[in-house]
């Protein structure tokens, strides 16, 4: 069970870590206390998020079942190329600031990352016996996982940064696809 979801947690967390790469990149000079608030923020959408999407799986499994697939494919389409495009933004790049991002900036982020994990969360009653541990997980691991990228992507620059968020779209897109293509083939 801990290691199912810890998986479920790992997958759910790899958009929040390349999006917190390429924020780490940009604001270079984020404290520890600032970081560790913005994965705090990111662990939390992360856990609530699949929670949201249990409640609503439970209430509105039929209409959900008919629908989910295109709502991921459009939002998780939408978000990954918008990653993708700003990774090719120069103006963008720019050199690292010392400044951290601004609240708005990773409550968006926070966000953005979380949508998958509404989906994931109408499955859970699927995979998960225990809903709670399973919740918890997810939003431990993109807490650690956040916090790791922010500081990694101080460290290993701007240019970095923008590989973590091109790959982080190509995720997102991928995500979106993957359950388009599972959810009308089978």
């Given at each position: ?8 947690a790992f997958s ?11 924020k780490?990149?940009k ?8 970081a ?19 409640m ?6 039929s209409?959900i ?9 459009l939002?998780?389409?939408?978000l990954?190329?918008?990653m ?12 690292a600031?010392s400044a951290?991002?601004?609240?708005l ?18 499955t859970l009653?699927l995979?998960?016996d225990n809903i709670?541990?399973?919740l918890?997980m ?5 807490f ?5 990228g ?6 290993i620059g701007?240019?970095?940064?923008k ?12 995500i979106?696809l993957?359950i388009f ?6």
């Amino acid at each position: 069970m801990i290691l199912q979801s810890t998986v479920i947690a790992f997958s759910l967390s790899s958009d929040a870590f390349a999006a917190s790469i390429a924020k780490g990149a940009k604001f270079s000079g984020i404290s520890v206390n600032r970081a560790l608030l913005i994965a705090l923020g990111f662990g939390v959408f992360e856990a609530l998020a699949p929670l949201i999407g249990y409640m609503l799986g439970q209430q509105f499994a039929s209409v959900i079942a008919d629908y989910d697939h295109w709502a991921a494919l459009l939002l998780l389409g939408f978000l990954g190329g918008r990653m993708i495009w700003r990774s090719y933004d120069d103006d963008e790049a720019g050199p690292a600031s010392s400044a951290a991002p601004g609240w708005l900036g990773v409550l968006v982020t926070a966000l953005g990352t979380s949508i998958d994990a509404i989906i994931v969360g109408v499955t859970l009653a699927l995979v998960s016996d225990n809903i709670p541990l399973t919740l918890f997980m997810i939003g431990f691991v993109t807490f650690v996982m956040t916090f790791i990228g922010l500081r990694l992507g101080g460290v290993i620059g701007a240019r970095a940064g923008k590989w973590a968020e091109f790959l982080g779209g190509v995720g997102l897109a991928g995500i979106g696809l993957n359950i388009f293509v599972s959810h009308t083939m089978f």
